[in-house]
C-alpha cells in the first residue's frame, strides 16, 4: 500500500555520533514540493517488561530520571545492544534490574517512543512464571522495585499518576488484550 503522506530524504549531516545515539539534520522534500529539515535521532531501540508475580502484582522499577527531573515508577526497561535480539535484551533487563527471570514471555508488540524526532523502538513483553534472584543493576543505575496490584498499574495510568510512556503503552495493551494478570 502506498503512503499517501511522505517526506523524502535529499540530503543532510550527522551533527552528533555518540556512544548510544547519533543525531542527523536531514534535508528533505515535502508532498507539496517545498524543501524542510528535519532533526533524527538514530537510536538502537530497546525493551519494556511488564512482569507479573504469582500474586498477580506488577513488578515495577522507581528510578530518578534526570531529563524529567524526577523518581517515575516504570517497567523495568532497556537498551538494546548491537544486534541484539529484543527477548534476550528483555530477560537481562528484568535480572538485572528486578532480580527475576522468568519462564514464560508473550510478546506484546511495539511502540515508537517519540516518532516526531526518534527512530526509537521500543519492544513489550509480558513476563509470567517469575523466579527470585539477586538484583545486579548497571553501576550508574539506582533502582527500588515496587510491586503493586494490576488494578492499581492500571488506576494510576488513568488518572495520569503513571506518566512513563512504556508503561502506560504495555498496561494499556495487557489490559485490551484481556490477557490474565
Given at each position: 500500500?502506498?503512503?499517501?503522506?511522505?517526506?523524502?530524504?535529499?540530503?543532510?549531516?550527522?551533527?552528533?555520533?555518540?556512544?548510544?545515539?547519533?543525531?542527523?539534520?536531514?534535508?528533505?522534500?515535502?508532498?507539496?514540493?517545498?524543501?524542510?529539515?528535519?532533526?533524527?535521532?538514530?537510536?538502537?531501540?530497546?525493551?519494556?517488561?511488564?512482569?507479573?508475580?504469582?500474586?498477580g502484582?506488577?513488578?515495577?522499577?522507581?528510578q530518578?530520571?534526570?531529563?524529567?527531573?524526577?523518581?517515575?515508577?516504570?517497567?523495568?526497561?532497556?537498551?538494546?545492544?548491537?544486534?541484539?535480539?529484543?527477548?534476550?535484551?528483555?530477560?537481562?533487563?528484568?535480572?538485572e534490574?528486578?532480580?527475576?527471570?522468568?519462564?514464560?514471555?508473550?510478546e506484546?508488540?511495539?511502540?515508537?517512543?517519540?516518532?516526531?524526532?526518534?527512530?526509537?523502538?521500543?519492544?513489550?513483553?509480558?513476563?509470567?512464571?517469575?523466579?527470585?534472584?539477586?538484583?545486579?543493576?548497571?553501576?550508574?543505575?539506582?533502582?527500588?522495585?515496587?510491586?503493586?496490584?494490576?488494578?492499581?498499574?492500571?488506576?494510576?495510568?488513568?488518572?495520569?499518576?503513571?506518566?512513563?510512556?512504556?508503561t502506560?503503552?504495555a498496561?494499556?495493551?495487557?489490559?485490551?488484550?484481556?490477557?490474565?494478570?
Amino acid at each position: 500500500m502506498e503512503s499517501k503522506f511522505f517526506e523524502k530524504r535529499t540530503g543532510g549531516q550527522l551533527e552528533y555520533d555518540g556512544k548510544y545515539l547519533k543525531v542527523r539534520l536531514d534535508d528533505v522534500e515535502l508532498i507539496n514540493g517545498h524543501a524542510a529539515k528535519r532533526v533524527v535521532v538514530e537510536h538502537p531501540g530497546g525493551v519494556g517488561v511488564l512482569a507479573v508475580t504469582p500474586r498477580g502484582d506488577v513488578v515495577l522499577v522507581r528510578q530518578y530520571r534526570y531529563p524529567v527531573g524526577e523518581e517515575l515508577l516504570e517497567i523495568p526497561a532497556g537498551k538494546l545492544e548491537r544486534g541484539e535480539i529484543p527477548l534476550d535484551c528483555a530477560k537481562r533487563e528484568l535480572s538485572e534490574e528486578t532480580g527475576y527471570s522468568a519462564s514464560e514471555w508473550q510478546e506484546l508488540g511495539f511502540i515508537y517512543t517519540s516518532p516526531g524526532y526518534s527512530d526509537e523502538r521500543l519492544y513489550l513483553f509480558r513476563a509470567t512464571g517469575l523466579i527470585t534472584g539477586d538484583v545486579h543493576p548497571d553501576n550508574d543505575e539506582f533502582v527500588e522495585t515496587v510491586e503493586i496490584p494490576f488494578a492499581e498499574l492500571l488506576a494510576q495510568v488513568k488518572s495520569g499518576a503513571l506518566r512513563d510512556a512504556k508503561t502506560v503503552a504495555a498496561a494499556a495493551r495487557a489490559a485490551l488484550a484481556d490477557i490474565a494478570i
